[in-house]
T-cell receptor, first 115, second 110 residues
């Protein structure tokens, strides 16, 4: 089965510019996550979708970050305007809960550098 | 709020030595725990998944134990190899949400 696909792999932008990341989860996975991973730290959840709906976006900086998941499949994460501290790896993951069992699968990530 | 801690932050061992990586969590009401491997600049690769009702899980040279009541998991890697050099992260699931530790960066010296 195909894994989680993310694009682009790398992106360099200037501060105050905008950027968008795309994620295609594993087919049939209802749950989709976006994580931000700053160098040397563990991944931090930005937003979690269950099908089309948002389950948790409590740590998403909503003044500059937005995310959508159309038709419960692909998702896009946008940053506008970007700040230097947004430099990080953005990871997308998906899972298909079996009862309470949740096994998450991750994409390769997008490394964002804001200069 | 679930807090996940991994100690040590970094570990360097000679090839052939066994590795012991620790993960602790504050809320023991977890559904499952997952161990991941991350190579530099790459995404996360799932290594082992332990359900809350299990005490351990094994895959090849990897063995993970879970003591839910004390909020701890340990990942053992037998007979380490230079190819095992990577960052290892644990993540716990509560209410369908994953919480991660900061990881342990392992270097296996040839």
């Amino acid at each position: 089965e195909a894994g989680v696909a993310q694009s682009p792999r790398y992106k360099i932008i200037e501060k105050r510019q905008s950027v968008a990341f795309w994620c295609n989860p594993i087919s049939g996975h209802a749950t989709l996550y976006w994580y931000q991973q700053i160098l040397g730290q563990g991944p931090k959840l930005l937003i979690q979708f269950q099908n089309n709906g948002v389950v948790d976006d409590s740590q998403l900086p909503k003044d500059r970050f937005s995310a959508e998941r159309l038709k419960g499949v692909d998702s896009t994460l946008k940053i506008q305007p970007a700040k230097l501290e947004d430099s990080a790896v953005y990871l997308c993951a998906s899972s298909h809960p079996w009862g309470r069992l949740v096994e998450a699968f991750f994409g390769q990530g997008t490394r964002l550098t804001v200069v | 709020k679930q807090e996940v801690t991994q100690i040590p932050a970094a570990l360097s061992v000679p090839e052939g030595e066994n590795l012991v990586l620790n993960c602790s969590f504050t809320d023991s009401a977890i559904y499952n725990l997952q161990w991941f491997r991350q190579d530099p600049g790459k995404g996360l690769t799932s290594l082992l998944l332990i359900q809350s009702s299990q005490r351990e899980q094994t895959s090849g040279r990897l063995n993970a134990s879970l003591d839910k009541s004390s909020g701890r998991s340990t990942l053992y890697i037998a007979a380490s190899q230079p190819g095992d050099s990577a960052t290892y992260l644990c993540a716990v699931t509560n209410d369908y949400k994953l919480s991660f530790g900061a990881g342990t960066t392992v270097t296996v010296r040839a």
